[in-house]
């Protein structure tokens, strides 16, 4: 009795298994489409990735999965983005007028 299998049943099994996706893809397109898609993913606030996965979740009628900012905040990337630019001027400003109010105070 051999221990290995038939040559019918190896050829049988490795024609029955459908392999699942990875997830990967390589895709080539033109350069000045690939230009667009990556200006639009900027404007967006996202990776050209995510953008991508979006534009073609949203051509199956799929809706868009939310990235990690906008989930914990429910704010938009993009709107999040100029928040926080908002915030780091505004600390900036005000770090500024502490210590010109410090300045005052020790030399009046």
Request: hydrophobic share 45%; charged share 20%.
């Given at each position: 009795?051999?221990?290995?299998?038939?040559?019918?049943?190896v050829?049988?099994?490795?024609?029955?298994?459908?392999?699942?996706?990875?997830?990967?893809?390589l895709l080539?397109?033109?350069p000045?489409?690939?230009?667009e898609?990556?200006?639009a993913?900027?404007?967006?606030?996202?990776?050209?990735?995510?953008?991508?996965?979006?534009?073609?979740?949203?051509?199956?009628?799929?809706?868009?999965?939310?990235?990690p900012?906008?989930?914990?905040?429910?704010?938009?990337?993009p709107?999040l983005?100029?928040?926080?630019?908002?915030?780091?001027?505004?600390?900036?400003?005000a770090?500024?007028?502490?210590i010109?109010?410090l300045?005052?105070?020790?030399?009046?």
């Amino acid at each position: 009795m051999s221990a290995q299998p038939a040559a019918s049943d190896v050829e049988e099994a490795g024609r029955s298994k459908t392999p699942s996706p990875s997830g990967r893809l390589l895709l080539r397109m033109p350069p000045d489409l690939h230009g667009e898609l990556a200006q639009a993913a900027e404007r967006e606030g996202t990776s050209l990735n995510g953008y991508i996965i979006s534009r073609l979740q949203a051509s199956l009628g799929r809706p868009a999965e939310r990235g990690p900012a906008s989930e914990a905040t429910g704010v938009p990337a993009p709107s999040l983005r100029r928040l926080l630019i908002a915030n780091v001027i505004i600390v900036g400003l005000a770090s500024v007028a502490a210590i010109l109010l410090l300045l005052v105070a020790w030399l009046g």
